[in-house]
């Protein structure tokens, strides 16, 4: 069982950065990829971002050229820095770990909001 929790939501203005964190623990298990989501009320989820098995990333074209992924392999934590953050970025941002027998794990979600 692997356990995903992410951090690092918070409030911040228009123009800002944040830095999200998704963590995985449990026994014996090891990271294929990692995507992190995002739900905002009313709206469908929508993809954000994608860190692959061999280290690639992909990003939404809303995101692209403002997010960034990166990971930690000693803490098996992935980090999603967020720039130039915009009002349409408010959301709950979610990680989901993809173990190597093709198991999804989900996290609770941490909040973005963007507000003057």
């Known amino acids: 069982q692997v356990q995903v929790v992410e951090s690092g939501g918070g409030l911040v203005q228009p123009g800002g950065s944040l830095t999200l964190s998704c963590a995985a623990s449990?026994?014996?298990?090891?990271?294929?990829?990692v995507t992190w989501h995002r739900r905002t009320p009313g709206k469908d989820r929508e993809w954000v971002a994608t860190?692959?098995?061999?280290?690639?990333?992909n990003y939404a074209d809303s995101v692209k050229g403002r997010f960034a992924l990166s990971r930690d392999d000693a803490k098996n934590t992935v980090y999603l820095q967020m720039n130039g953050l915009k009002h349409e970025d408010t959301a709950v941002y979610y990680c989901?770990?993809?173990?190597?027998?093709?198991?999804?794990?989900w996290g609770p979600g941490t909040q973005v909001t963007v507000s003057s």
């Open positions: 860190l692959t098995d061999t280290g690639g990333t």
């Open positions: 989901t770990v993809r173990d190597l027998k093709w198991v999804n794990y």
């Open positions: 449990g026994s014996s298990f090891a990271i294929r990829d």
